[in-house]
């Protein structure tokens, strides 16, 4: 199979939240789909690995928080790249719980699902939930980011976990020439001076060594220390 071919289905982000007891937790993903519509029904695809994944088969239900187009590039880092294992992904986060008592991001949401586990499919490296949506509301009118729009404009990675995760050698012509561009060594993020990091307030045309040195990577937050030339 040419993985290029695989790379042309089209996805959104989401986060997807859960609980456990008291705590809450919550990951990026791009696999949520709708399965019915009567009642409503969504999939999802969560790696074994993941905090949410123990979160969810406990508890029995998730939520779906749809993230819009401007969705910065650290609030998709901080719950993408980090575990929640290791820090409190919803500590400077706005959000609220949801009936189900699974956490619904509220900055950069255009709306939101709350669903109970009905259905759930081993797929070896991943799970497959299938939730019934209890409740839903639209949050904005913001246009929804797209994965094709998360990689090609905002320069996004996939994890290793995610079920879409390519080796990206095996998908990405490299340009012969790649000089100024920096590359995380934590999440494979590319700093490119011609693009900058808005996010941050870099301005395009800023060089990799003119960066403040508080900088930190937009996706993973890692120091600039981290980050290796492109050969
Ligand atoms: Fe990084």
């Not at 007891?21 to 791009?30: C, L, S, V």
């Not at 991943?126 to 090609?152: A, C, N, R």
């Not at 990405?172 to 494979?188: H, L």
Request: glycine share 10%; with cysteine.
């Amino acid at each position: 199979m040419n993985p290029k071919a695989i790379r042309k289905i089209c996805y959104g982000v989401y986060i997807i939240g859960s609980k456990k007891g008291d705590k809450i937790n919550g990951q990026i993903a791009n696999t949520v789909f709708q399965i019915t519509s009567d009642p409503p029904t969504l999939a999802i695809s969560i790696n074994k690995q993941n905090l949410t994944h123990e979160f969810i088969l406990e508890s029995k239900t998730f939520s779906v928080s749809i993230l819009s187009k401007e969705a910065p590039m650290s609030l998709i880092g901080a719950f993408g790249f980090k575990s929640g294992r290791d820090i409190d992904k919803f500590k400077d986060i706005k959000h609220r719980i949801g009936i189900t008592g699974s956490p619904i991001i509220l900055d950069y949401t255009i709306g939101y699902l709350d669903c109970e586990v009905i259905a759930i499919t081993d797929v070896g490296t991943h799970t497959i939930f299938i939730g019934k949506v209890i409740d839903g509301q639209e949050l904005s009118d913001v246009e929804p980011m797209t994965y094709d729009y998360y990689h090609k404009i905002k320069g996004g990675k996939s994890p290793k976990t995610a079920p879409t995760y390519i080796k990206e050698d095996e998908t990405e012509d490299k340009p012969a020439s790649v000089s100024g561009k920096y590359r995380c060594k934590v999440c494979g993020y590319v700093y490119d001076p011609a693009s900058g990091d808005p996010d941050s307030g870099i301005k395009p045309g800023t060089s990799f060594e003119e960066l403040p040195e508080s900088w930190t990577c937009p996706i993973c937050g890692v120091p600039k220390s981290e980050f290796e030339k492109e050969a």
